[in-house]
């Protein structure tokens, strides 16, 4: 199986920049999405392709990726942005959607 | 506006089989442009991909998974359907059903239900 590999966690001051970080060998060669989970809610999608924002989810939110990394950063974070957040990509080899383990993004 | 529920026993015997609904309302689960998943959460731990259907029949599965797991579809109803046999303590979370865009290359999850609650135990 294909891994992706999160920090478990980020820690930020509000309105400063949060960088979430998402290790996967030859991860440049997929599509990467990220997902943010509050607390006791279900994840909702932010980011898709990279770096595409569904309707509705700020531009503060971007995607990007260098060698073997994709990144998740959410400029001027504010305290709301207080969550769980999870990169996920689709392995086209084994047919096989996967998750990486989360990274808790904590609002100092 | 798409909306997804899960219905089904929160409680679950060990060894018996686990039987949970989505229903999808604000459109029609025969789109010819999306696939439908379930995803489960373990107390405390992250996301886990238990497999995806299209109306059509094409299924995928979690190979970690594939031998307990049936997903189906009911286009008259307009719900998705899971049922996880043999459960154990580990299949113990919260199960989401969410729409799977997927196109041959890529897959990603844009609309989700609320989730329920599992629990397996005797």
């Known amino acids: 199986s294909y891994v992706l590999t999160q920090p478990p966690s980020v820690s930020v001051a509000p309105g400063k920049t949060a960088r979430i970080t998402c290790g996967g060998n030859?991860?440049?060669?997929?599509?990467v999405h990220w997902y943010q989970q509050r607390p006791g809610q279900a994840p909702l999608l932010i980011i898709y392709?990279?770096?595409d924002r569904p309707s509705g989810i700020p531009e503060r939110f971007s995607g990007s990726y260098s060698g073997n990394t994709a990144t998740l950063t959410i400029n001027r974070v504010e305290a709301g942005d207080e969550a769980d957040y999870y990169c996920?990509?689709?392995?086209?080899?084994?047919?096989?959607?996967?998750f990486g383990g989360g990274t808790k993004l904590t609002v100092l | 506006q798409l909306q997804l529920q899960e219905s089904g026993p929160g409680l679950v015997k060990p060894s018996e089989t686990l039987s949970l609904t989505c229903t999808v309302s604000?459109?029609?689960?025969?789109?010819?442009?999306?696939?439908w998943g379930w995803i489960r959460q373990p107390p405390g731990k992250g996301l886990e991909w238990i497999g995806s259907?299209?109306?059509?029949?094409?299924?995928y599965y979690n190979p970690s998974l594939k031998s307990r797991v049936t997903i189906s579809v009911d286009t008259s109803k307009n719900q998705l359907s899971l049922k996880l046999r043999s459960v154990t303590a580990a299949d113990t979370g919260v199960y989401y059903c969410?729409?799977?865009?997927?196109?041959?290359?890529?897959?990603?999850?844009?609309?989700w239900g609320q989730g329920t609650l599992v629990t397996v135990s005797s």
């Open positions: 259907m299209y109306y059509g029949g094409s299924t």
């Open positions: 996920q990509v689709w392995d086209s080899t084994s047919d096989l959607v996967e």
């Open positions: 969410a729409r799977d865009i997927r196109d041959g290359y890529n897959s990603n999850f844009d609309y």
């Open positions: 392709d990279d770096n």
């Open positions: 604000g459109g029609s689960i025969s789109s010819r442009s999306y696939y």
């Open positions: 030859n991860i440049g060669s997929k599509s």
